[in-house]
């Protein structure tokens, strides 16, 4: 595959013009073209033209480049294979609700998968050495690596976390929907809890509502992330995402850093206290490797594939 890359004036107002072309070379010799052109309002600056030769060439690397190759697609489809049998009209909420979570949680799952692979190949294009500081055309090209990256990594864990919400959703709305107190102002968000979520499960199954095989798959299947060893990486993570500033992954210069106000006491030689000391940091520590995010994240969705294809298995989740 070849990219050629034209960029020129087309008028006396100095617009710019730049013509992209694809060039697809087969093993049989066949080649393909693909072309575009792009007006732009913008007067031709070299160092704009050189940065945008270099993103477009860092998203192919990316796109055409080797990425992991996803694992969970053909469990995470079946989910959606429903038995498709008769039920009473009065179930219709209940099969409508559970087929529409289980739609969002195949795509989340498929969509995670996709953005940790994604997030590593980008993660393949940065340097072995962070780029001086002088360096501005270096800091500005890992720059955009960087952010890609990271925001790939991010969305995956927003989603992760967001899958054990779902998850209450999804048990609420297969059992009638009065597993929680839908009455209440804001009930999604104060009453669909987990805890709740359990309490309604037993309150079933001392009614005779809940058979007690379906309540132990049902809460065996909703363990199975607890004893993942780096799933509080995850949850902290994402945690300091939604309430904190972001915290800093790889790179301290990308990242603004709160400074502690914790003081450590100095004492005499007699052990009296005569002081305080504050260390002020001018470059605070890089708080989080990608490898190990990625590690975590990848450990963790591997955890929410299993927890949801046993609760798949439950016939009366999946209808």
């Known amino acids: 595959m070849k990219i050629e890359k034209t960029i020129g004036n087309t008028s006396a107002t100095d617009m710019s013009r730049i013509e992209l072309s694809v060039t697809f070379s087969h093993a049989d010799g066949a080649k393909r073209v693909e072309s ?15 940065r945008i030769a270099r993103i477009l060439f860092a ?19 079946r989910w959606m294979d429903f038995p498709r049998q008769p039920a009473s009209f009065i179930k ?13 949680l195949t795509n989340l799952i498929m969509g995670v998968e996709g953005h940790l ?4 190949a980008y993660k393949a294009l940065e340097p072995s050495q962070e780029p001086s500081f002088d360096d501005d055309v270096a800091l500005n090209e890992l720059f955009y690596i960087h952010g890609r990256k990271i925001s790939l990594l991010n969305q995956a864990v927003h989603d992760l976390i967001k899958v054990q919400d779902l998850v209450n959703r999804l048990l609420h709305e297969s059992l009638g929907g ?9 009930w999604e968000q104060t009453q669909l809890t987990r805890k709740n979520v359990k309490k309604g499960l037993a309150s079933k199954l001392s009614a005779g509502l809940l058979s007690q ?9 909703l363990e199975i992330p607890k004893l993942t060893p780096k799933g509080d990486i995850a949850l902290a993570y994402r945690n300091r995402l939604a309430h904190h500033i972001r915290p800093s992954v790889d790179y301290a210069t990308f990242y603004s850093a709160i400074q502690s106000r914790a003081a450590a006491e100095v004492k005499d030689a007699q052990g009296k206290r005569i002081g305080f000391q504050i260390a002020i940091k001018a470059s605070p520590p890089v ?9 975590a994240f990848s450990e963790y969705l591997d955890a929410i594939v299993a927890m949801l294809d046993k609760l798949s298995k439950v016939d009366i989740l999946r209808r």
């Open 117 to 120: 692979a994604l997030a590593k």
């Open 92 to 104: 219709y909420f209940d099969i409508q609700n559970s087929q529409a979570l289980w739609f969002e």
């Open 36 to 50: 575009q052109e792009v007006q732009t309002s913008n007067a031709p600056d070299r160092a704009a033209e050189q």
């Open 178 to 186: 009065d597993l929680v107190d839908a009455t209440k102002p804001d």
């Open 59 to 77: 998203e192919l690397k990316v796109m055409a480049g080797p990425q992991n190759a996803p694992k969970h697609n053909a469990i995470a489809q």
């Open 287 to 295: 708080e989080y490797r990608f490898e190990d995010l990625h590690a």
């Open 213 to 221: 095989a379906d309540f132990d798959e049902i809460d065996d299947a």
